[in-house]
């Protein structure tokens, strides 16, 4: 039998996809292969990508990160979640929290509970009932898997950390275990003309490299799938429609939060990112309704401390590839598509694609069997995160602008509006078992841009009124309880990870 086992991987691009991919592959498939990534100091990065989603605690897992190292290396802080204000309501706001509000009773989700309690006279909230919410907003962080002994799930959290130094410190662990980096720009590519597959990449100095499969991290240019082997675009735009965005750094405060803050505008929203040495701050916008002069005013008036440099532009159109892998070339990160920073999802659909194609790891035959599961793998992921961030923008009762106008009256999915239509109904979700969003994401959602049910779940009334009560005042307790003794999040990070560089 030939041995038709990949022996040689060349990544093209060292921002955090080219350095998650690497990490991950030598560790997972290494030492039979040998990874090359090739990088460009000239060109650089895109430099945004600060923050995550729980997820992420996988690959730290996989690599065998030590969590407190990691957070102090990337000046990290921890998150929540996201605070979303003015997307609904203008002077309204709900976090999505990375946890289930209250805890599901009798095989029956929390929010049925809760919507029998709204229909009974109560004015509780649903976050009134959740944990996360609670330590959110008392500024509050600690490790916590359950709450004591009960069924009720501790805090679930991700990471906001220091792009740069993040590729930086994935870089160092990737070159420990083995992989070769080559600084240099790359000029051509080469195609073999039998079959069209990527031979080799040429770089400016005139250094060929050759290898038998090849990763495109090279950011949004795509200089492998798109430039070299013609692999088209599906734009988004008509249902995502932000295609700029402007980025500064600014001083950070004294209190640490710790969630991101998405505070939506007249033409898109701004991010704000709590790091241990500086706020990351981002205006995402439209430039059919805005211009950049009055994107960067909005960005600068709304900042809470002093910019800490220029503001940088960015371009993009959301989307993805029509393929994400195309004969003997991976594409990854912004080279894959993007689907704009909303809810965090770009990073995790690296170290999730990087997972799916060490699951499905070609040969030197490269099957096309193996090229269609993983398109059609990442495919359906991608479609599924985009119904879940047109979601914010389109089920919204603004009409202050024609931006918002536009959301609130576009045609949106199908898949998306069936998921709308049904919890509407009663309450009731869909889960499609490939969702990276939970149930519990989609009803803080949807209840937190104003869709309301019209009802509640039978299975409800199970219990008395008296019952109804008790249990949701005992879900309260738990909560107070759980977060008695919870620290500071600064003093937590004092303790654990503060970085040395302030
Ligand atoms: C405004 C904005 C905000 C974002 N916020 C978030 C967020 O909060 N959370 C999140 O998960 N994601 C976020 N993202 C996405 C995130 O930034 C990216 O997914 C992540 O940084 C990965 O980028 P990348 O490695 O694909 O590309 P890049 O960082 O652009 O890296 C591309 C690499 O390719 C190299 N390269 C390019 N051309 C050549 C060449 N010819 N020769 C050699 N090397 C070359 C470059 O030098 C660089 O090393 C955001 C993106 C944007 C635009």
């Known amino acids: 039998m030939t041995d038709l086992h990949i022996e040689n991987v060349v990544i093209i691009g060292g921002g955090t996809a080219g350095w998650i991919a690497a ?33 992420i605690r996988r690959l730290n897992g996989v690599l065998g990160l030590n969590e407190d190292e990691f957070v102090r290396e990337t000046r990290g802080t921890f998150k929540l979640g996201i605070e979303f204000n003015n997307w609904g309501h203008v002077g309204e706001r709900y976090l999505h929290t990375f946890g289930d509000a209250g805890i599901n009773l009798a095989n029956l989700h929390f929010h049925h509970y809760w919507l029998r309690s709204r229909s009974e006279g109560s004015d509780a909230s649903l976050w009134d009932y959740s944990l996360h919410h609670k330590a959110a907003y008392a500024h509050q962080f600690g490790r916590m898997e359950r709450v004591g002994n009960t069924s009720m799930t501790g805090l679930a959290y991700a990471f906001h950390f220091d792009a740069g130094l993040y590729a930086q410190y994935l870089r160092r662990l990737a070159e420990a275990a083995g992989v070769a980096r080559v600084e240099g720009k790359v000029v051509d590519v080469s195609l073999r003309p039998e079959t069209g597959h990527i031979e080799s990449v040429t770089l400016e100095n005139g250094q060929s490299i050759a290898g038998d499969l090849f990763i495109d991290c090279s950011g949004f240019r795509g200089l492998l799938i798109g430039d070299a082997l013609g692999v ?86 959301t989307g993805r590839r029509e393929k994400f892998w195309h004969k003997n070339c991976v594409s990854l990160g912004l080279a894959s598509g993007f689907l704009e920073p909303l809810e965090s999802t770009s990073i995790h659909l690296i170290q999730s694609n990087v997972s799916k194609l060490v699951e499905l790891f070609p040969t030197r035959a490269f099957d096309p069997a193996i090229e269609d599961e993983y398109n059609r793998q990442v495919s359906h992921e991608y479609e599924l995160i985009r119904d879940f961030l047109i979601l914010h923008y389109h089920r919204t009762d603004r009409e202050d602008s024609e931006f918002w106008r536009y959301c609130k009256n576009m045609q949106v999915p199908e898949s998306l509006s069936a998921k709308m239509d049904l919890f509407e109904a009663g309450g009731l979700l869909y889960k499609d078992p490939e969702d990276l969003f939970r149930e519990s994401s989609w009803v803080q959602v949807m209840i937190g841009q104003g869709l309301q049910p019209k009802s509640y779940h039978a299975m409800a009334n199970r219990i008395s009124s008296e019952q109804l009560t008790g249990f949701l005042t005992d879900v309260q307790r738990l909560i107070d309880r759980a977060t008695t003794d919870l620290p500071d999040h600064r003093a937590f990070i004092d303790a654990h990870c503060k970085s040395d560089l302030q």
């Not at 997972?28 to 460009?40: A, D, F, R």
């Not at 916008?285 to 220029?310: Q, S, V, Y």
């Open 23 to 55: 990490a991950a592959m030598t560790r997972l498939l290494s030492p039979s292969l040998n990874i090359t990534l090739v990088e460009s100091e000239a060109i650089g990065t895109v430099g945004v990508g600060e923050a995550t989603i729980p997820q």
């Open 232 to 317: 088209g675009y599906q734009d988004w735009s008509h249902w995502l429609p932000c295609n700029r965005a402007i980025a500064v750094g600014s001083e950070s405060t004294d209190l640490l939060l710790p969630y991101t803050k998405a505070t939506a505008h007249d033409a898109g929203w701004q991010w704000r990112i709590p790091l241990q040495h500086r706020t990351g701050n981002g205006h995402v916008f439209c430039d059919a309704f805005t211009d950049e002069t009055r994107a960067t005013e909005t960005l600068l008036t709304n900042l809470d401390g002093a910019p800490t440099g220029d503001p940088k532009p960015l371009r993009f159109t």
